[in-house]
């Protein structure tokens, strides 16, 4: 079956079975790596894509879910203001150490600021509780964040 959305701001086709996850859908039909295969539960965060503006989990959210939709990936952050404030914060403050989690913790924080210009540490907490950074950059992550808020201001 055809689904069809906009991929970065691209209108996209794919012949798959509406049931592929995201994730697969994106690395495997499309060639896109920048999102990441963590656990395939949902548990991790490192799967997270923007399904018209919302953070979701990409390696349960069956491809059929983005028919005529808005996927964002990490290979689009920086075409976004708040995508890129989020990024040069995560430069600034050394936020990644393996990296692999990182597109996914960007997605998520990309989602919280378009939301919330301002978040409180218990803000960021509640919204990046579902990304998992295995090497525990979590302060970084949460210095970023305030960062990336304030040249948003």
Not at 56 to 78: H, L, Y
Not at 82 to 108: F, H, L, P, T
């Amino acid at each position: 079956m055809t689904v069809k959305f906009t991929l970065n701001g691209k209108p996209t086709s794919v012949d798959v079975d509406p049931a592929t996850p995201i994730l697969w859908t994106l690395r495997d039909s499309l060639g896109m790596t920048g999102t990441k295969f963590g656990c395939g539960m949902a548990l991790c965060g490192a799967c997270t894509v923007h399904l018209n503006g919302q953070a979701i989990r990409s390696c349960i959210t069956p491809v059929s879910a983005a028919e005529g939709q808005k996927i964002t990936t990490i290979e689009a952050q920086a075409a976004d203001k708040v995508g890129k404030a989020v990024e040069d914060a995560w430069v600034r403050n050394d936020v990644a150490q393996c990296g692999y989690c990182q597109s996914g913790q960007i997605m998520s924080a990309t989602a919280l600021l378009k939301n919330n210009r301002a978040p409180s540490d218990s803000d960021i907490d509640a919204a990046m509780a579902g990304n998992i950074c295995r090497c525990g950059t979590y302060v970084r992550i949460r210095a970023a964040i305030h960062d990336a808020a304030k040249t948003l201001a």
